[in-house]
T-cell receptor, first 114, second 118 residues
Framework: AQSVTQPDIHITVSEGASLELRCNYS??????LFWYVQSPGQGLQLLLK??????LVQGIKGFEAEFKRSQSSFNLRKPSVHWSDAAEYFC????????????FGTGTRLTIIP | GAVVSQHPSWVICKSGTSVKIECRSL??????MFWYRQFPKQSLMLMAT?????????EQGVEKDKFLINHASLTLSTLTVTSAHPEDSSFYIC??????????????FGEGSRLTVL
């Protein structure tokens, strides 16, 4: 069965500091990996996705993620966070083909301090 | 990009009444839509997969008679919470996959609907 683990429930960083959010997955086939961001009371917005090719993926809002097959990880990074980045971040894994469901991690809440 | 719209964005109802939430794909057709439930400070829990023109597939533990799902067209799926009770209060989010893009797993999410049952 597929699963996603986000080991950090809550992370606090200072504005301007770098950020890394961890994501580990378990999937029996070639995974399709996603990072979504959710602001309070809002739906989810896709930050970036990975299926194949370059293992370093660029997304919106200055985010990037690196796929490491040997570690079954897909960590999200940003060199310098902004106060507007405060939100909940979800990692998800799903199949490349078909209409099967995505499996989400439990999320990491990001707080930015001035 | 593809847009999914939910309506209403928030609703308050009395216990025992039914509430309908709509999920529309505005600029694409979706043969499959997914309904999620999210409790405060928690992840998304898949409730059911809504397939156009056929019965929805419910996840284990989700009461299909309480959470009625209808996917009558390629752009609209509805979730009806029947005989709502306070424990049904939650944030409900729908998502959809573009019919024309069948070789990716990307989902487009609605803004969510917050249900409060008094």
């Amino acid at each position: 069965a597929q699963s996603v683990t986000q080991p950090d429930i809550h992370i606090t960083v200072s504005e301007g500091a770098s950020l890394e959010l961890r994501c580990n997955y378990s999937y029996g086939a070639t995974p399709y990996l996603f990072w979504y961001v959710q602001s309070p009371g809002q739906g989810l917005q896709l930050l970036l996705k990975y299926f194949s090719g370059d293992t370093l993926v660029q997304g919106i809002k200055g985010f990037e993620a690196e796929f490491k097959r040997s570690q079954s990880s897909f960590n999200l990074r940003k060199p310098s966070v902004h106060w507007s980045d405060a939100a909940e971040y979800f990692c998800a894994v799903g199949p490349y083909f078909g209409n099967e469901k995505l499996t989400f991690g439990t999320g990491t809440r990001l707080t930015i301090i001035p | 990009g593809a847009v999914v719209s939910q309506h209403p964005s928030w609703v308050i109802c009395k216990s025992g009444t039914s509430v309908k939430i709509e999920c529309r794909s505005l600029d694409f057709q979706a043969t499959t839509m997914f309904w999620y439930r999210q409790f405060p400070k928690q992840s998304l829990m898949l409730m059911a997969t809504s397939n156009e023109g056929s019965k929805a597939t419910y996840e284990q533990g989700v009461e299909k008679d309480k959470f009625l799902i209808n996917h009558a067209s390629l752009t609209l799926s509805t979730l009806t919470v029947t005989s709502a009770h306070p424990e049904d209060s939650s944030f409900y989010i729908c998502s959809a996959r573009d019919k024309a893009v069948t070789n990716t797993g990307e989902l487009f999410f609605g803004e969510g609907s917050r249900l409060t049952v008094l």
